[in-house]
């Protein structure tokens, strides 16, 4: 990975296109050609309303045309550049296909838009942050990954690098130590953290689950068992994306004892679930003392978050470990779960403008860059 300086892609001998929308329909479809002779194939299909040849057209102007044989495609074209010139059409995907498709035939390359982020003379992490902003599921990742795209990152690391060149080998293993310590938040930008709630049955992790997530995702049913499955949902939690998911009420110790061959197949799941997770919350209730395996569960998972629900109940008599109060159905201390939750996962959240790696590479090259720093 190279800071300093842009890494320019090579120009490819002719033209690409490719098409900047999503895919399906929208109001509005947008084709980029750019590249050696992309204006002048653009204008052999293009009949500006203005009448003048496309290519002394102002550039950054939008005009009014059709695109291709009469009665031609209704179009805004608009140059950007020597070689680059967007054609928006109707939004629905013919229109576009047909535009791209004349443009083929022309000699133009077809690409897709990360391909075309990729050949924009920017450097790799303003690229990376480009494409990954597609995949942030809340306001708060994508202003991260919004202040990686503005240089954040970057400047950060020249900054490593520089300090390496003058000799500062303690100082720049403080810093890159420093945005290491951001690397699980920067992994999370794209990808929700996993919460699994967990518990004996009937404890109310389902009800738990739909006042976590204010909707009705989960059955709630007083018969012990009712969850046999795994139940996902996504919500923000902080501004944090994350994936709620409810499991089938089976500690491992009686799933081993069932001969209930679907309540076996929950249990495990429940344990696949249990060893991806991010944060495991353990749900207790607090009206019954409790049992040898939840005992058993406390040694297992030290890490998980433990929650007392039915508190609006009286508590059972005996010892119980720290947890968090809630009662599921009335909804009280949901917000204080919640609030324990987002801390849980983000402990110390980048303030706003901080660098923060997102990706495998960048983190490797941070560990590089740390290795550089240690005495021979
Ligand atoms: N009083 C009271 N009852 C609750 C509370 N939370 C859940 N319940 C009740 O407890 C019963 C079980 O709730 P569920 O959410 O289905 O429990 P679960 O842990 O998902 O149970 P399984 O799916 O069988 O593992 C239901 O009758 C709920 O109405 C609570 O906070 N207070
Ligand atoms: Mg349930």
Redesign the pocket.
């Known amino acids: 990975m190279r800071c300093q300086g842009a890494e320019v892609m090579p120009e490819p001998n002719s033209f690409y296109t490719a098409r900047l929308t999503p895919p399906g329909s929208g109001a509005i479809a947008t084709v980029r050609a750019e590249g050696p002779g992309a204006v002048e194939a653009v204008a052999t299909h293009v009949r500006v309303r203005a009448g003048r040849p496309l290519r002394q057209c102002p550039l950054h102007r939008p005009l009014l045309g059709l695109f291709g044989d009469e009665p031609g495609e209704p179009i805004v074209v608009c140059r950007h550049g020597r070689d680059a010139v967007e054609i928006h059409c109707h939004g629905g995907p013919a229109a576009a296909e047909r535009i791209e498709a004349v443009l083929a035939q022309a000699g133009g390359h077809r690409c897709d838009w990360p391909e075309w982020v990729r050949r924009q003379p920017a450097d790799s992490i303003t690229a990376d942050a480009h494409l990954a902003l597609a995949h942030a599921r809340t306001e708060r990742t994508a202003a991260i990954l919004l202040d990686q795209f503005g240089g954040a990152l970057r400047r950060a690391l020249v900054e490593v690098e520089n300090l390496i060149v003058a000799g500062k080998y303690r100082a720049a293993r403080e810093k890159a130590a420093d945005l290491l310590a951001r690397a699980e938040v920067g992994r999370h930008l794209t990808r929700p953290w996993r919460v699994v709630l967990t ?1 004996r ?8 689950m739909n006042a976590m997530l204010g909707y009705e995702r989960v059955i ?8 046999r499955d795994v139940l996902t949902a996504t919500t923000a939690i902080d501004g944090w994306p994350v994936e709620l998911t ?1 499991t ?2 089976l500690a491992p110790n009686a799933a081993a004892g069932t001969d209930e061959p679907v309540l076996l197949r929950g249990a495990l799941l429940a344990r696949e679930q249990i060893a991806a997770a991010d944060l495991i919350v353990l ?1 207790f209730d607090r009206t019954r003392p409790l049992s040898a395996e939840e005992r058993q569960w406390l040694r297992d998972v030290p890490q998980a978050l433990h929650v007392d ?5 009286a508590v059972a008599p005996g010892a119980r470990p720290p947890a968090m109060a ?5 909804g009280e201390g949901i917000a204080n779960l919640l609030r324990g939750i987002a801390e849980r996962l983000v402990p110390d959240p980048p303030p706003p403008g901080a660098a923060v790696p997102f990706t495998e590479a960048q983190c490797l090259y941070l560990r590089e860059l740390s290795a550089r720093c240690l005495p021979a």
Request: glycine content about 12%; some cysteine.
């Open positions: 518990g049955p009937n404890v109310g992790k389902s009800c738990l709630v049913d007083p018969t012990a068992g009712t969850t409810d089938a009420g749900v629900n039915k508190s609006d109940l809630t009662s599921a159905l009335r």
